[in-house]
């Protein structure tokens, strides 16, 4: 069984035209977003209703979106978070809080770190097998080091790779930890890391102040992690100006 995946942090659909026509032309099977605004009001701007054009543009009958705060937003609650759309049926879901509960986001820079993160977990079935998928936005900080919260991320994270004994897996998102950490290093010892040692970053350096942050252009941030049972056929991380993130694309074989 061959699958194609893509992952992407949206940046909130900023670049919202670009964005959706990117991600139609991959015609994926398996798509993993983070950063995802999911809004039924249509007066407001199309990017707040992100969740709902994308399954009606890249055709996908299964969806499941996991919240992981409200924003306010042209005098509406939003809420934001992860997502993840499917060729194939999704049969069962969970969405694990690392440390911040589920509520409105303050929006001011000096409580950007206490936003709520998540990891969401789904269960495929594919031509009869199945697949786990876990898609995450870590911990947010002024760096992507190692730091006490992180690290206890890590580890919630892989209680949940555990969870799931030998069954094959993948799991994918923006860590909001730089590729070199300890944190990243404990997933690399359970599993495959799709892009281990391959790009410099991670981050569209178009939409970055290199002079501000030139931390971005060494970023490594966004990931892709499959079980020992998968073999990756191709990956890619094509640099394109639909983010401020690039995304990663991979064909999987299990």
Same mark, same amino acid.
């Given at each position: 069984?061959?699958?194609?995946?893509? +992952?992407?942090?949206? !940046?909130?659909?900023?670049?919202?035209?670009?964005?959706?026509?990117? +991600?139609?032309?991959?015609?994926?099977?398996?798509?993993?977003?983070? *950063?995802?605004?999911?809004?039924?009001?249509?007066?407001?701007? %199309?990017?707040?209703?992100?969740?709902? @054009?994308?399954?009606?543009?890249?055709?996908?009958?299964?969806?499941?979106?996991?919240?992981?705060?409200?924003?306010?937003? =042209?005098?509406? #609650?939003?809420?934001?978070?992860?997502?993840?759309?499917? &060729?194939?049926? @999704?049969?069962?879901?969970? /969405?694990?809080?690392?440390?911040?509960?589920?509520?409105?986001?303050?929006?001011? !820079?000096?409580?950007?770190?206490? $936003?709520?993160?998540?990891?969401?977990?789904?269960?495929? $079935?594919?031509?009869?097998?199945?697949?786990?998928?876990?898609?995450? =936005?870590?911990? !947010?900080? *002024?760096?992507?080091?190692?730091?006490? &919260?992180?690290?206890?991320?890590?580890?919630?994270?892989?209680?949940?790779? &555990?969870?799931?004994? *030998?069954?094959?897996?993948?799991?994918?998102?923006?860590?909001?930890?730089?590729? /070199?950490?300890?944190?990243?290093?404990?997933?690399?010892?359970?599993? =495959?890391?799709?892009?281990?040692?391959?790009? /410099?970053?991670?981050?569209?350096? #178009? =939409?970055?102040?290199? #002079?501000?942050? %030139?931390?971005?252009?060494?970023?490594?941030?966004?990931?892709?992690?499959?079980?020992?049972?998968? &073999?990756?056929?191709?990956?890619? +991380?094509?640099?394109?100006?639909?983010?401020?993130?690039?995304?990663?694309?991979?064909?999987?074989?299990?």
């Amino acid at each position: 069984m061959t699958l194609r995946v893509v +992952c992407l942090n949206l !940046w909130g659909g900023i670049l919202f035209e670009e964005m959706v026509t990117f +991600c139609r032309q991959q015609n994926a099977d398996l798509y993993l977003f983070q *950063e995802v605004f999911a809004s039924d009001d249509r007066s407001l701007d %199309p990017k707040y209703q992100s969740l709902r @054009i994308l399954q009606e543009e890249l055709g996908l009958a299964y969806v499941h979106f996991a919240p992981a705060f409200i924003e306010n937003e =042209q005098g509406k #609650k939003i809420p934001q978070g992860n997502a993840i759309l499917s &060729r194939f049926p @999704i049969h069962e879901v969970s /969405t694990l809080f690392y440390d911040v509960a589920f509520g409105e986001r303050v929006n001011e !820079w000096s409580q950007f770190h206490l $936003t709520p993160r998540n990891l969401q977990h789904v269960l495929l $079935t594919i031509e009869g097998r199945q697949l786990h998928v876990l898609n995450t =936005q870590g911990i !947010w900080g *002024e760096d992507g080091e190692d730091s006490e &919260r992180r690290l206890a991320m890590i580890e919630k994270i892989l209680a949940e790779v &555990r969870s799931v004994g *030998e069954e094959p897996l993948l799991l994918a998102g923006d860590f909001n930890v730089r590729d /070199t950490t300890h944190a990243i290093a404990l997933l690399n010892k359970h599993l =495959q890391n799709v892009f281990k040692g391959e790009l /410099t970053t991670s981050f569209n350096i #178009k =939409q970055k102040d290199l #002079k501000k942050f %030139p931390g971005f252009a060494v970023a490594v941030v966004d990931m892709m992690f499959v079980s020992p049972n998968i &073999r990756v056929l191709s990956h890619e +991380c094509p640099q394109v100006d639909v983010s401020d993130h690039l995304p990663l694309l991979a064909t999987l074989e299990w």
